[in-house]
């Protein structure tokens, strides 16, 4: 039975997994008395149930003749069209909202971003906070499970900068496993491995919220998206929530999950296994959440020497604290604001540049995780061949050492991360261009564009000098923002190598 179900097409499966997710907000909805919000999602989960079982026996057994073709456009359908299915019964359930508005909710929510266009998040039902929270988690384990069963085999989505040059006999074990299994034997491998981690996750980090104290929901879409880096709350962020700085705390340590593929899995090529401590990404992660809030906090520090604010310097803990998590959040663009961030401000009375947490969010966390971004391998890379760079301005005849490997992420893997970073610059050129003529301000546009691209939906709301509501901008501006966050979570590569003349030849 369950080969015959593996066997079906893969958007075939992502439309049944969607429609049995709707049962959990039905049942949430039903027990607290909500009939008129549980029926649209009971009824859809019917209709769309039906419709994926009739598309299955039509579908099964029909393997398509070029496979990386065929699932590269299934991630793109799974982003833009997915989400029209997802979008029926919160639009249906909310009863206030136009569809085309709920099914950007859907891109928002199912790519990670996290952005919405409901700014009173107390003015929305809980089933449905609890409906975005549930897709946010979904999008989040399907960009775990493909990242690694579909991308990595094409050296797409930051693979391709380990990879890079690399000799034939350093991925062997790599080159039998996709020689070997097939597409939908490696999701099946993979989703067995992945899927259980993931919500062991998930549910370990509500009990620890639920434990410091917060309200048992709140906590359970916290941690939900948390561990998919969306940034969805129930509450409007973290300072409304009533975990407080034990809750901040266990959030910061599960954002590490972000960080690098190898704090919950090991990684593809067999030698790179037990590296956790030597990983570049994590590297660059412990390095980026020390400089950057004490720079900031050094910042404000002087302010408050100039104020000669002595008796405000106990405040300053707390300000520290809330620098470090929120650097730590929007790195792994989850998005998350500490509620101590702002007492940065109110302590030293210098206010806090959102250009920072706009850097922040373009750097991004780990490849194969559910961070957005550049990611910090290709930063890695990056800072790595400039560093070998200014070394041999000084002595030119000098030798890289740290091994074959630096030497071809220096080399090689640095080379098409500059590719990437200029696809990503420009990127952000012409989304910006194209909110720039639907009539959005420059300034909002740029806030808007980073945070799509690098699916960081929160930075709409700090990173600007006042918040900006989506909900103003026009519907030619939601599309544009809607594929800029498909753009942003599968990435320019993988949206080029659609192009590639071998994927359409017969």
């Given at each position: 039975m369950l080969?015959?179900?593996?066997?079906?097409?893969?958007?075939?499966?992502?439309?049944?997994?969607?429609?049995?997710?709707?049962?959990?907000?039905?049942?949430?909805?039903?027990?607290?008395?909500?009939?008129?919000?549980?029926?649209?999602?009971?009824?859809?989960?019917?209709?769309?149930m039906l419709l994926t079982t009739l598309i299955g026996f039509a579908t099964h057994g029909q393997q398509p003749r070029r496979v990386a073709r065929s699932h590269l456009i299934t991630l793109v359908g799974a982003y833009l069209?997915?989400?029209?299915?997802?979008?029926?019964?919160?639009?249906?359930?909310?009863?206030?909202?136009?569809?085309?508005?709920?099914?950007?909710?859907?891109v928002s929510d199912f790519t990670t971003t996290g952005s919405t266009l409901y700014d009173s998040p107390w003015r929305m039902n809980a089933a449905l906070h609890l409906w975005r929270a549930i897709v946010g988690w979904m999008g989040g384990l399907f960009i775990w499970i493909t990242a690694v069963a579909i991308l990595a085999p094409m050296n797409l989505g930051g693979f391709e900068v380990r990879n890079a040059g690399a000799p034939q006999g350093t991925v062997q074990s790599f080159v039998q496993i996709t020689r070997v299994a097939n597409t939908s034997e490696r999701l099946t491998r993979y989703t067995l491995q992945l899927a259980p981690l993931y919500i062991g996750l998930t549910f370990a980090l509500w009990v620890g919220l639920s434990a410091v104290g917060e309200r048992p929901f709140v906590a359970l879409i916290h941690a939900m998206s948390t561990m998919s880096t969306s940034g969805i709350s129930a509450t409007g962020g973290l300072y409304w929530a009533n975990g407080g700085v034990l809750g901040e705390i266990l959030i910061f340590a599960f954002m590490f999950f972000a960080v690098s593929r190898l704090t919950f899995s090991s990684d593809i090529l067999a030698q790179e296994r037990g590296r956790l401590r030597k990983d570049p990404e994590i590297q660059m992660a412990l390095l980026l959440i020390t400089i950057v809030?004490?720079?900031?906090?050094?910042?404000?520090?002087?302010?408050?020497?100039?104020?000669?604010?002595?008796?405000?310097?106990?405040?300053?803990?707390?300000?520290?604290?809330?620098?470090?998590?929120?650097?730590?959040s929007f790195l792994t663009t989850t998005g998350f604001e500490s509620r101590y961030w702002s007492m940065v401000a109110d302590w030293s009375e210098l206010s806090t540049p959102g250009l920072v947490l706009l850097g922040l969010s373009i750097t991004g966390?780990?490849?194969?995780?559910?961070?957005?971004?550049?990611k910090l391998l290709r930063v890695y890379a990056l800072f790595r061949h400039s560093e070998r760079e200014l070394e041999r301005l000084i002595h030119p005849s000098s030798v890289g050492g740290s091994g074959q490997e630096a030497r071809r992420i220096r080399r090689q893997g640095a080379q098409i991360a500059w590719v990437f970073f200029m696809l990503f610059a420009l990127s952000i050129v012409g989304v910006l261009t194209a909110l720039s003529l639907t009539g959005v301000q420059f300034e909002n546009a740029i806030v808007l564009t980073v945070a799509a691209l690098s699916t960081t939906g929160p930075l709409v709301e700090i990173a600007a000098e006042a918040p900006i509501s989506i909900s103003g901008v026009t519907n030619e501006a939601k599309m544009v923002l809607a594929l800029a966050m498909v753009l942003g979570r599968l990435e320019a590569l993988a949206i080029i190598?659609?192009?590639?003349?071998?994927?359409?030849?017969?």
């Open positions: 080969k015959r179900i593996t066997d079906l097409p893969f958007f075939v499966l992502l439309m049944g997994i969607s429609s049995l997710a709707m049962i959990a907000p039905a049942a949430f909805a039903l027990s607290h008395g909500h009939h008129a919000i549980a029926r649209p999602f009971f009824y859809s989960m019917i209709l769309f069209i997915l989400p029209i299915l997802l979008a029926v019964p919160f639009h249906e359930a909310h009863g206030r909202t136009t569809f085309f508005d709920a099914w950007f909710e859907m809030p004490t720079l900031l906090y050094l910042r404000h520090y002087v302010g408050v020497l100039e104020e000669h604010r002595i008796d405000g310097l106990l405040t300053g803990l707390k300000a520290l604290w809330g620098s470090v998590f929120t650097v730590m966390g780990g490849i194969a995780t559910t961070a957005g971004g550049v190598a659609l192009f590639n003349p071998d994927f359409w030849r017969k």
